[in-house]
C-alpha cells in the first residue's frame, strides 16, 4: 500500500509544447530551444553511420584516416566514385599479368647455353 501511494504522487514535469514542422504533433519546445531541432523525435531520419577508410601518403609516410559519414553522404560519395571510374577513358595504372601467358612463351626456352 505505501509503495502504491508514493508511486501515484510522482509527476511528470510539465514542458511547453509547440508544434512539429514534420507531422505538426506536440514536442517539447526545450527540444528547439537546447538542440536547435524543430521536429519531434519521432520524424528523426537518424541512420547508421558509415566509414570509409582512406590512405594518404607514400612509403614510411604512410597513413590510413577513417573517415565517419551519414549513410546518405556516404550513399552519395560511392555514386560519385562510380561516375568518376566509368568516365576515366585512361588505361587503369594497374598492371594485369596472366602468368599462365608468360609460361607459355618459355616452354620451349633452353636455359643454359649448353648444346646437347
Not at 20 to 30: D, G, H, V, Y
Amino acid at each position: 500500500m505505501y509503495l502504491e501511494t508514493t508511486m501515484s504522487k510522482k509527476s511528470t514535469p510539465k514542458f511547453e509544447m509547440i508544434e512539429c514542422s514534420c507531422c505538426k504533433a506536440p514536442m517539447p519546445k526545450l527540444r528547439l530551444e537546447l538542440y536547435g531541432y524543430d521536429f519531434c523525435v519521432e520524424c528523426s531520419a537518424v541512420g547508421r553511420k558509415k566509414g570509409l577508410s582512406i590512405q594518404v601518403g607514400e612509403g614510411d609516410h604512410a597513413l590510413t584516416e577513417v573517415v565517419i559519414m551519414e549513410e546518405k553522404e556516404y550513399r552519395n560519395y560511392m555514386l560519385s566514385e562510380d561516375k568518376m571510374r566509368k568516365k576515366s577513358t585512361g588505361k587503369s595504372k594497374a598492371e594485369f599479368v596472366h602468368f599462365d601467358d608468360e609460361d607459355d612463351k618459355f616452354d620451349n626456352t633452353k636455359f643454359d647455353d649448353s648444346e646437347e
